[in-house]
């Protein structure tokens, strides 16, 4: 796919799945902002992506620092095409009563509330273009619960949520909202997991452990399966209004039977 001309910002593409990410979106020849806590290791990935790289050191769960981020992508390069919410983080692997009030909100604040403030700059911006993209990085904890780990199935359910309601906002606008929900990958976030609750996550893939290495193809798999790929590699819609589904005309009730 060809995303010439495109511009991209990443939350969490300093390591990980995030600079795949990034990488692949580079490669396919966007511009691209590696936004990340960690200022350095973002500065580290976009060098190695390269030139036509930003770094961005934010903190998503920061209004303001949000919006800047977004602010220094369109003046920089005029635009924001698209938008990857990747930053996040586990958390503490203890049962519901050994989690403390700050585990709780700094889960839901890292993986939930970040997804809200970025998809909002964002959003304003894509609307003004009349196009834009936007993939939310859930996980299959937002889908199945995984024990041990409440506030960050909660906060990915959440995203899943979040991405199902903001897509039905903005679909007639040319802007496409999908999330993506890996199951276990082989990065440093696993090691904020005790052992034995990545054992289980690993133990219910069919596949076992060598389905968890991370490879960028396997990422960009996913997105072709949401439909992500499809959507960047065909027309680039402009106030592009794809016609809402209509309810089909109601048959009539049968005799006898309540309508
Ligand atoms: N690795 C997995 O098994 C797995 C499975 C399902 C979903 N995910 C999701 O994929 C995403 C990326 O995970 P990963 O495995 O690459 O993790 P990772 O720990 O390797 O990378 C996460 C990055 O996010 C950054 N980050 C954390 N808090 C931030 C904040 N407040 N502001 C800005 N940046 C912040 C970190 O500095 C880090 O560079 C996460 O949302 C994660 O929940 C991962």
Known sequence: MSLDKKTALVTGAARGIGLSIASRLAADGARVAVLDLDAEAGRAAASKIGAGTMAIAADVTKTSEVESAVSRVVEQWGRLDIL???????????????????????????????????????????????????????????KEGNP???????????????????????????????AVAPAVIDTELLQQMEKSTVDLLVSKIPMGPAACELRAEAICEWAERAGVSRSWSGPWPRNHRPPCPRPSPRAPAAPGRPS
């Open 84 to 142: 990857v919410n990747n930053a996040g983080i586990t958390g503490r692997s203890v049962p519901i009563w050994e989690l403390s009030d700050e585990d709780w909100r700094r889960v839901i604040d890292v993986d939930l509330t970040s997804v809200f403030l970025c998809c909002r700059a964002a959003v304003k911006v894509m609307l003004g273009q009349g196009a834009g993209r936007i993939i939310n990085i859930a996980s299959i904890a937002g």
């Open 148 to 178: 041990t780990l409440v506030p960050y199935s909660t906060a990915k359910a959440g995203v899943i949520g979040l991405t199902k309601a903001l897509a039905k906002e903005v679909c007639t606008r040319g802007i496409l909202v999908h």
